[in-house]
T-cell receptor, first 116, second 114 residues
Framework: AQKITQTQPGMFVQEKEAVTLDCTYDTSDPSYGLFWYKQPSSGEMIFLIYQGSYDQQNATEGRYSLNFQKARKSANLVISASQLGDSAMYFCAMRPMDTGRRALTFGSGTRLQVQP | NAGVTQTPKFRILKIGQSMTLQCTQDMNHNYMYWYRQDPGMGLKLIYYSVGAGITDKGEVPNGYNVSRSTTEDFPLRLELAAPSQTSVYFC?????????????FGDGTRLSIL
């Protein structure tokens, strides 16, 4: 079984500053993928970034980077230079890579509010 | 580029009624999924399918049924609606040829059972 824990129900950040959203996970699968999704108030799920468990380098996608610490089982999302449009719910998710069941297990999310 | 399309976007049902949530994707993805999202929570897997004719239960399948007769379509059926099924329902799809493929989500169906 897999479990994702997001311990920050809500976060505030000033516009143009960086923010880190925490994610820890637990799994017995030897190979897995970690994902972050953004859910704005309009409700859609937007894929942000992916990290594979065997990837040597931390993933980056524009202003998003993933601070992956495998030994600590953490996969924190870092958003640099926050913008007002970054205000949303953020979900960390994971799935195994070596089985036929590729469905995502989600955390409970973190609500980020960017203040001007 | 439609991606994953869900209909309807909103629906109110009475207890005991039935309905089908429609989901179709035009990306030729082999994997499809149904999730539900309760208020303030993350998504939980209801059912998934790895290809036409193949479906399997997820974490919270009770009260739901699915079918997958084509690659494109993956409808979710509620037979006897109960208040506990009030939720937002998301359909997603992915191509599993590569391990880093993200799931693409529809915009969701907001369902209220009264």
């Amino acid at each position: 079984a897999q479990k994702i824990t997001q311990t920050q129900p809500g976060m505030f950040v000033q516009e143009k500053e960086a923010v880190t959203l925490d994610c820890t996970y637990d799994t017995s699968d030897p190979s897995y993928g970690l994902f972050w999704y953004k859910q704005p108030s309009s409700g859609e799920m937007i894929f942000l970034i992916y990290q594979g468990s065997y990837d040597q380098q931390n993933a980056t996608e524009g202003r998003y980077s993933l601070n992956f610490q495998k030994a600590r089982k953490s996969a924190n999302l870092v958003i640099s230079a926050s913008q007002l449009g970054d205000s949303a719910m953020y979900f960390c998710a994971m799935r195994p890579m070596d089985t036929g069941r590729r469905a995502l297990t989600f955390g409970s999310g973190t609500r980020l509010q960017v203040q001007p | 580029n439609a991606g994953v399309t869900q209909t309807p976007k909103f629906r109110i049902l009475k207890i005991g009624q039935s309905m089908t949530l429609q989901c179709t994707q035009d990306m030729n993805h082999n994997y499809m999924y149904w999730y539900r999202q309760d208020p303030g929570m993350g998504l939980k897997l209801i059912y998934y399918s790895v290809g036409a004719g193949i479906t399997d239960k997820g974490e919270v399948p009770n009260g739901y049924n699915v079918s997958r007769s084509t690659t494109e379509d993956f409808p979710l059926r509620l037979e006897l609606a109960a208040p506990s099924q009030t939720s937002v329902y998301f359909c997603a799809s992915s191509y599993e040829g590569s391990s880093n493929q993200p799931q693409h989500f529809g915009d969701g169906t907001r369902l209220s059972i009264l």
